[in-house]
């Protein structure tokens, strides 16, 4: 906010007036005079407020009365009032209304507090916003100020003393500030003349302005401060310190330079009063000497101080920087000195300053350019800048030389760890460094152990000092180890990059850069010198004064380097430094720098003669330490450079290995840098880059790659080059630059260009002749070249093309195989890209020179080395792939180096071969001569044969499929060709009398390629390896079967017996014996699945495609093999593979073996000529039958329309008729006999109980029980009771087979699911069939009923007795999940169950059958179902006995009637023992009903009791006149023991009435009755049972009543037990049950003596009335009710007929 709006000046005044009030009532009491000037001061203020408009002016003008009660109250030296004072004062000064007078009052009453000693802080306070705001107070006032502010520099108080310096130092520059500002004001007024020069008083200020006067005075008492003489202006100054003062003056010169030089006046104090002082206070430091009196203890030298000493070196900085015109003598003097405090006799911190100081300096490569014209170039003069830059290289030596003596801190280890002093720590550094360094060691220099850490110091370019900043130090500081090296590294680098640049810009404004000639720069330049005289002059000046120095420092510094980037900065200095002499044709220094990267770039000591010639020349200066040739690699320690590759030197001995460093590849990659961008000024030194070249592409192992361009090698050659990430990624750039170093060979002429390939080949000739006798890798430089020299004049290849290969195929037989292999692939290489190359006039048009380039491909084959035959077969798949269609005549030759392939060879070569093949296969069949064809064939079998690479052998057979179809697409015209060529080789073999040599000779030739591929494939059939027998028996079968079709009927014998069957004899053969052994895993890490981890197991699976592809092959062309005479004999063998197969004691061969079976069993009997006009169609009838195998993998169907075309080739053999039925009969019972051969030896159990029998599969069981009802629709006609008995011992085997416990979940039902397995539905489904069979069959086949129904019956008994398989024990299936059993015995409940069912249903159709009945069907069907019903609740499933049941109804409601019909016969006798046995096994059961049954379960099990004696009642007591008295008579006992209420003690008392089986008793007791009371009763016997048992009954219901009548009594309150109470009920119910049946029955049937039992009852009825149980009164009511029925009057006796 401005003072001067009218808010602030009323503010301003309230305040005032506020601040007056304070002071008044502060000062009442104590200070009367106080209270009243400040009372006067308020009236005075508003007096002017009121009066005046300009009240600040007014202010200002009245402002010395203003500020007296104050100043007064600062009088009073009282804390709070003084302090109450100066802000007011302040508040005044900064709205400017103090005017001079008041200031002077001000300034005096702050001097007066000031020698109190109170309230410092504000009174510099004061001081500083008096002195900013304005101008007012200046020359005596501004002195006093001034002086205050310094006297208060020298307090007591820390605080007050640095507050203090602050002020002044912005006092002082307030002050030069003022005069900067005036100057400004009077810029366009002329100066007055200046003052006389020689007057050394100090009035002679007297001609400038007030402003300036004040700063001159200031500066020149400055001046006089720090020289410890008095002052002239700052009167009243006690103290003063030569550091303070120091830092004054450097402030003023480096931040108002202009004042000094534009007043004479000041430039005068410049060089009379500061440049003596500096001189005079350097004195101390030139004179000592460190150490040479350090023994004597009074030093007689004064010592050096540090802060003076550095605060000097600041000043000395700023007067070289910006007033070097003006004190060119005295810089001289200052810049000799800076260059002695480098001596190694200085303290280490001057010496650290003095660099600090000289980098100031470097940074700024005008001023260094000033010193070299200045004294450099003078006559007598000091030589400054070689001086500086040679004391820069020494003081860098001195530290790596000299040991660390004086500064403790650079002993110290760089990890910090304290040392004990002296070198030998020094050397442990770079190991407490490499250890503690963290993840990156700390970049630094290394050099004779002396090891020194790199510090960034400094941006590039930007000198920024440390210790010339430790204004707060008075102790020398401990420089840390490195400081002062990193200092002068920055220096030499600022150095380097600000001369290059600077001339760069120059020379890049007077010589265009591509000027390659040193005569045409030499005359550019001197054009150039023309308009600026000299310039060239000094640039040569420059660079002669600094080379050497520069050289010397930087080639330690880079041999000391340990750091990256460093050593980078290092490489582009001297880099820059090369080119810059270049461009200015100095030679020597030119040279020795590139010598210097040069040597850099290759290992320590490395003998390569150019360096070491041209580097003598280099060692003539004193300090030059080029001479000691220093050893870097030390792998020990870790700081070290990092070693990034080991390799051999190149010489004829071998001599170990050298190590290349990161460094040498950066040095390297500098080198070539050099060489590519700055090629124009390297002139002779050409000769030395290019041998550092050689021998570095040597070190590293770059192997000249595609085109001779050189490539990171492959390391494989044992310890000669191992190389690390870290420089494998920059490789690729150097080889690429090198290369391109090389591109230039095309602008050379003819002539040239032959000098050059004969040099590269006598070079490439030392190379061979040092590789011989020693498996020292080779120089390949040489060779890569003349590849690289010969690619890029491909243009006039034919005048260099014999000289080139002609050495290149020498090179390619030489023992050493780097080099060998090398000279293939510059051979390869040139041949490819001159079949590519756009000849003029084209390749097509110029046979010879496609020859003379082919040529050498051909000549590689005659070199025996496997790795030349690997480049010549990459080089034919790449002639391929891009010339094949062009190849012509030329393909037996490339089909040769092709196929001539062996197992010796290695995988790569087989690999690289079989791309060929790939490639011949896939692209160029259709254009090569048919003739090849064959060959084709044997060459990729031959590659499906070869074990090194497993995936070839699959593809190879890929590829025999793609040959398979070519020929078929391409038939006819194959065929027309190979025919042309028959007859030519025919006649040959005619006119020299030999027979025709040719595999499968009498066959037509097209035939016998078919059967060569067939051959070929059928010997892959039977490989070693899995896959391959796997891909290859696909691959035979699909082409058998896609293409078969294409051959003449007679070949297709040969492929049957030579090519079929030959192929299932070997692999069955095999499979045999395969090995048992477990595989661990298939090579590499793939894992085996358990199903193929034994070599048998992997042959099952051969055996299994082949048996299946055989048998589609008979099943698809059975018409066709029919055809051919010995179809009957192929017929048996096919058969007995299967058996063989299906036998065998492996699970999956078995079962395939089956489903073989079931293939060649679907084939349908052929239809008749007669029937079907087209037989010929049937040709095509597989196929459309099953289309997948026909078609093969993914090809189409078949065309119909070649059906024409096969007509005509057949010539209609196909018509011949297919054969009798007769024969076709024969071959289905062939087929049975087979089928039971197979069945009775999988079937029959293991003899021994021994762990490891075999037991066949489920799956395998039910395919071949699935196999019977297909085969019996063939064979029924002759089916006999033999073979039906046969066929039961395999059926009933199978089903008894248990299955392997790991199988068991997958083929059983969980146990409570009723599932049958599919063998079991299978077996069924066999029975059934035959069922059918013989239900329509004729008479004589009826007779196999009762076989079936034992068949049947047997498998029913498995629902309560599981069948046994040998002495196998197995485990019941429930338990199987707990305790592994190795067999589980199958759930046969559902299948007996299933059985059972079928059972009932046929009986019901076949009761009557002569057979049935008279081999006693039901007797056994009864007997059976006995088993069941007997165990009931013991039943291994419930339902078992509850369908036992229904089916014993079942068949007994047919059989009874039946039976009664053959009563007479006798046929049945048996039968009816049985039946009674199996009723009362059933009824009263023996076993208990679980616990666990439910209620409701149990009240249905009762009624199922009930149904059974309602069948006695309704079926068989009716028709007793029918039946075996016996019988009956069981039947009576049996329904008299039901009806007697007898009850089970298990149950709890509240079920009791339930399980009383109430319900069943009282049907049982109806029964009873029903038959006691009815008229049929035929014989006395069944009356005497019945009413025996009545009368027991009725006797035994009076007792119940008596005891319940006692019991009820004595049992007083207590309710009986609940039986009691239940039998009561029961015997209730019973009587009212039989007063029932009394009342429905003829009284005659009735005895008397019953009815005298029953009336008995009566009065024992009427005394239970008295019971307390409601049940037992209602059931009394019931019993009780019928009894009137009864109650008559009585009737008078008729006694002898007379009433």
């Known amino acids: 906010m401005s003072t001067s709006t009218p808010e602030a000046v009323k503010k301003l005044v309230d305040n005032m007036q506020t601040d007056l009030r304070s002071l008044s009532m502060e000062c009442k009491k104590k200070f009367p005079p106080v209270k009243e000037a400040a009372e006067s001061g308020i009236v005075k203020i508003k007096t002017i407020a009121a009066r005046n408009t300009g009240i600040l002016a007014a202010l200002k003008e009245n402002s010395a009365e203003v500020v007296q009660p104050f100043l007064m109250g600062c009088g009073t030296k009282e804390p709070k009032i003084t302090q109450l004072c100066l802000a007011a004062i302040q508040r005044l000064m900064t709205h400017e209304v103090v005017s001079e007078a008041a200031a002077g009052n001000i300034i005096n009453m702050l001097w007066q507090l000031m020698e109190n000693g109170l309230e410092e802080l504000k009174l510099l306070q004061t001081v500083l916003v008096l002195l900013t705001t304005n101008t007012v107070a200046h020359d005596e006032a501004l002195s006093k100020a001034i002086v205050v502010c310094f006297r208060l520099h020298f307090t007591k108080d820390n605080i007050t003393n640095n507050t203090a310096a602050a002020t002044v130092r912005q006092v002082v520059t307030v002050v030069f500030e003022r005069m900067v500002a005036e ?28 402003c300036a006067k004040d700063a001159y005075m200031l500066f020149q008492d400055l001046c006089q401060l ?63 000497r460190q150490g040479s009196n350090a023994t004597s203890s ?86 400054v800048f070689r001086d500086i830059v040679n004391a820069l290289g020494s003081f860098i030596q001195s530290l790596f030389i000299v040991p660390n003596v004086g500064n403790p801190a650079i002993v110290n280890t760089p990890a910090g760890a304290a040392g004990a002093g002296g070198p030998a720590t020094a050397q442990s550094g770079p190991g407490a460094a490499g250890v503690s360094g963290g993840v990156t060691p700390q970049p630094a220099f290394e050099y004779r ?132 002499c270049g461009r200015l044709s100095l030679v020597t220094p030119r040279d020795a720098f590139i010598t210097a990267i040069c040597k850099a770039s290759l290992p320590p000591h490395y003998a390569l003669t150019l360096l070491s010639s041209s580097a003598s020349t280099l060692t003539n200066k004193s300090f030059s330490i080029q001479g000691q040739n220093v050893q870097i690699i030390s792998p020990s320690s870790e700081s070290h450079q990092q070693v990034v590759a080991v390799g051999q030197p190149l010489t004829v001995q071998p001599q170990g290995t050298v190590v290349l460093t990161a460094k040498n590849i950066q040095c390297m990659r500098t080198l070539l840098n050099l060489a590519h961008c700055h090629g124009t000024v390297l002139g002779t030194s050409w000769q030395l880059v290019l041998a550092t070249l050689q021998h570095l592409v040597w070190i590293l192992g770059l192997k000249p790659g ?110 050493n195989s780097r080099m060998r292999e090398w000279g293939a692939e510059a051979v390869t290489a040139l041949i490819k890209s001159g079949l590519v190359y756009k000849h003029e006039p084209a390749l097509s048009q110029n046979q010879r020179l496609q020859l003379l380039l082919l040529n050498p491909l051909k000549e590689l084959s005659n070199i025996v080395h496997a790795d030349i035959r690997q480049k010549q077969l990459e080089c034919v798949l790449q002639i391929l792939q891009s010339q094949g269609d062009s190849l012509g005549p030329g393909w037996p030759l490339v089909l040769g180096v092709i196929g001539a392939i062996r197992n010796d060879q290695g995988e790569s070569l087989i690999r690289t071969a079989f791309q060929c093949l790939q490639l011949v296969v896939t692209d160029f069949l259709p254009t090569m001569p048919c003739t090849c064809l064959q060959i084709v064939v044997d060459v990729a079998g031959s590659f499906g044969l070869q074990n090194q690479e497993l995936n070839i052998s699959l593809t190879s057979i890929g590829l025999l499929w793609n040959i398979s179809d070519h020929f078929f697409q391409r038939g006819e015209t194959i065929e027309n060709e190979l025919d042309k060529e028959e007859a030519i080789l025919e006649k040959q073999a005619k006119e020299k009398g030999v027979p025709l040599n040719r595999p499968f000779h009498p066959a037509p030739p097209f035939d016998c390629l078919w059967l060569c591929l067939y051959a070929t494939l059928g010997e892959l059939c039977v490989d070693p390896r899995p896959a391959v027998r796997k891909s290859a028996g696909q691959t035979l079968f699909s082409t058998i079967t896609a293409h078969g079709t294409l051959l003449q009927q007679a070949t297709w014998h040969t492929v049957v017996w030579k090519v079929l069957f030959h192929l299932l004899d070997r692999v069955r053969k095999s499979s045999t014996t395969a090995d048992k052994e477990k595989i661990e895993s298939g090579g590499g890490n793939i894992l085996i699945h358990h199903s193929r981890d034994t070599a048998e197991k992997q042959w099952a699976e051969t055996w299994v495609l082949t048996l299946a592809g055989v048998a589609r092959i008979f099943n698809t062309r059975r018409y066709l093999l029919q055809s051919l005479g010995d179809f009957f004999k192929a017929w048996e063998v096919l058969l007995g593979h299967i058996q063989s197969a299906a036998l065998s004691k492996n699970n999956e061969v078995s079962l395939a073996a089956l489903k073989s079976f079931q293939e060649i069993l679907q084939i349908v009997t052929p239809v008749k000529d007669s029937e079907k006009p087209d037989a010929l169609s049937a040709v095509n009838m597989p196929i459309l039958i099953d289309p997948v195998t026909a078609s093969g993998p993914g090809r189409p169907l078949e065309r119909t329309d070649s059906l024409g075309e096969r007509l005509s080739r057949y010539n209609g053999a196909e018509q011949i008729p297919p054969p009798a039925e007769i024969e076709d009969s024969a071959l289905w019972w062939s087929a049975w006999n087979a089928w039971y051969r197979i069945g009775t030896d999988s079937t029959k159990p293991p003899t021994s109980s021994a762990k490891l029998a075999f ?227 059933f009824l009263f059961t023996k076993s208990t009903p679980p616990d666990n049954l439910s209620i409701q379960e149990f009240q249905k099990n009762e009624g199922i009791d009930v149904e059974v004696v309602q069948l006695i009642s309704t079926e068989i007591l009716p028709f007793a006149n029918f039946i075996p008295k016996e019988f009956v008579g069981q039947i009576m006992a049996m329904l008299n023991k039901g009806s007697i209420h007898s009850q089970s003690s298990s149950f709890t008392e509240a079920e009791i009435d339930i399980r009383m089986r109430e319900e069943f008793s009282k049907v049982c007791f109806e029964t009873l009755l029903q038959f006691s009371f009815s008229n049929k009763i035929t014989t006395p016997q069944e009356g005497y049972i019945s009413r025996m048992a009545l009368s027991v009954l009725l006797k035994r219901s009076q007792d119940v009543l008596h005891r319940y009548v006692e019991d009820e009594r004595l049992s007083g309150r207590c309710p009986l037990p609940r039986q009691q109470v239940t039998e009561i009920i029961f015997v209730l119910k019973a009587i009212s049950t039989l007063m029932d049946s009394l009342k429905k029955t003829q009284p005659e049937n009735v005895d008397a003596n019953t009815w005298a039992q029953v009336i008995a009852l009566y009065p024992t009825l009427v005394e239970c009335i008295t019971c307390s149980s409601s049940e037992v009164s209602s059931a009394l009511k019931e019993a009780l009710g019928p009894f009137k029925d009864f109650m008559q009057p009585p009737v008078t006796k008729v006694q002898n007929g007379e009433s």
């Not at 039901?1418 to 078992?1440: G, N």
């Open 183 to 210: 100057d400004e004001r009077h810029k366009g007024i002329i100066e007055q003349p200046p003052a006389v020069q020689g007057n050394s008083n100090r009035r002679s200020s007297s001609t400038l302005r007030p």
């Open 226 to 288: 720090v020289n410890a003489d008095a002052p002239y202006w700052l009167a009243g100054m006690t103290e003063m310190t030569r550091t303070f003062g120091l830092e004054l003056l450097e402030s003023v010169l480096n931040d108002f330079p202009q004042v000094f030089l534009q007043h004479q006046e000041f430039s005068f104090l410049l060089k009379e009063r500061v440049c003596p002082l500096v001189i005079k206070l350097f004195s101390p430091n030139i004179k000592f």
């Open 298 to 383: 009074p030093a007689p030298v004064e010592k050096p101080y540090f802060p003076i000493c550095m605060r000097l070196l600041r000043v000395v900085s700023v007067l070289i920087k910006h007033f070097y015109t003006l004190l060119v003598t005295e810089c001289e003097i200052f810049l000799s000195l800076l260059v002695k405090f480098l001596d190694g006799d200085k303290p280490q911190w001057l010496r650290a300053v003095a660099v600090e100081s000289i980098h100031r300096l470097c940074v700024q490569p005008n001023l260094l350019r000033s010193f070299c014209q200045s004294y450099d170039m003078k006559q007598h003069s000091t030589k």
């Open 449 to 580: 152990g002396t090891w020194i850490p790199i510090m960034t110091v400094t941006v590039q370019g930007n000198a920024k000092a440390t210790y010339l900043e430790m204004l707060d130090k008075v102790e020398p500081p401990s420089i840390p180890e490195g400081y002062a090296m990193s200092v002068a590294f920055s220096c030499l680098l600022d150095l380097v990059r600000g001369i290059t640049s600077m001339l760069e810009k120059e020379l890049g404004q007077s010589a265009p850069q591509t000027s390659p000639d040193p005569a045409m720069v030499q005359k550019q330049s001197s054009e150039q010198s023309d308009k600026e005289p000299g310039t060239r002059a000094v640039w040569v000046e420059m660079v002669n004064a600094c080379w050497c120095g520069l050289l010397a420092a930087l080639s330690l510094l880079l041999d000391a380097s340990t750091d990256e980037t460093a050593t980078e900065n290092i490489l582009k200095a001297e880099l820059n430094m090369a080119s810059l």
């Open 706 to 815: 595609s085109g001779g361009a050189l490539k990171p090698g492959r390391a494989v050659e044992g310890p000669s080059t191992v190389l690390t990430t870290a420089v494998m990624t920059d490789l690729p750039v150097i080889a690429n630059i090198l290369s391109r170093l090389f591109e230039s060979s095309q602008h050379l002429d003819d002539v040239s260009l032959h000098h050059l390939i004969n040099a590269l080949c006598s070079l490439s000739m030392e190379a061979m002749d040092m590789a011989y006798g020693n498996n020292k890798e080779p120089s390949l430089f040489a060779v890569a070249k003349l590849l690289e020299t010969g690619l890029v004049n491909m243009d006039r290849i034919e005048i260099l093309w014999r000289p080139l290969t002609g050495h290149l195929l020498e090179v390619c037989q030489h023992p």
């Open 1255 to 1481: 037991i066949p599969s489920q799956p395998f069981l039910t395919a071949l029980i699935q196999i019977f009802p297909a085969l019996y629709q063939h064979i029924k006609t002759g089916f006999s009771m033999d073979d039906l008995k046969k066929l039961g011992v395999i059926l009933h085997g199978a089903v008894s087979v248990p299955i392997s416990s790991d199988a068991s979940p997958f083929i059983l039902p969980s146990y409570t699911e009723a599932v049958l397995t599919s063998l079991q539905e299978a077996v069924l489904t066999s029975l059934d069939v035959l069922q059918k069979a013989i239900c329509v069959g004729p008479e004589s086949m009826q007779v196999m009923y009762p076989a079936i129904f034992d068949q049947l019956l047997l498998f029913v008994e498995f629902s309560c007795k599981p069948p046994q398989y040998g002495k196998l024990e197995t485990k019941h299936v429930a338990n199987a999940k707990y305790n592994q059993a190795e067999w589980v015995a199958l759930n046969y409940v559902p299948f007996a169950e299933k059985s059972l069912e079928v059972v009932s249903d046929l009986y019901q159709k076949t009761a009557c059958h002569k057979a049935v009945v008279s081999e006693k069907v039901l007797k056994k069907i009864i007997k059976t179902l006995r088993m069941p019903l007997s165990l009931k609740y013991a039943c291994p499933s419930e339902s078992t006995w509850k369908l036992a049941v229904s089916s014993l109804l079942k068949v007994l409601s047919i059989g009874l009637p039946v039976a009664r019909q053959h009563a007479s016969s006798g046929k049945f006798d048996t039968m009816w023992p049985e039946l009674a046995n199996a009723f009362e096994d």
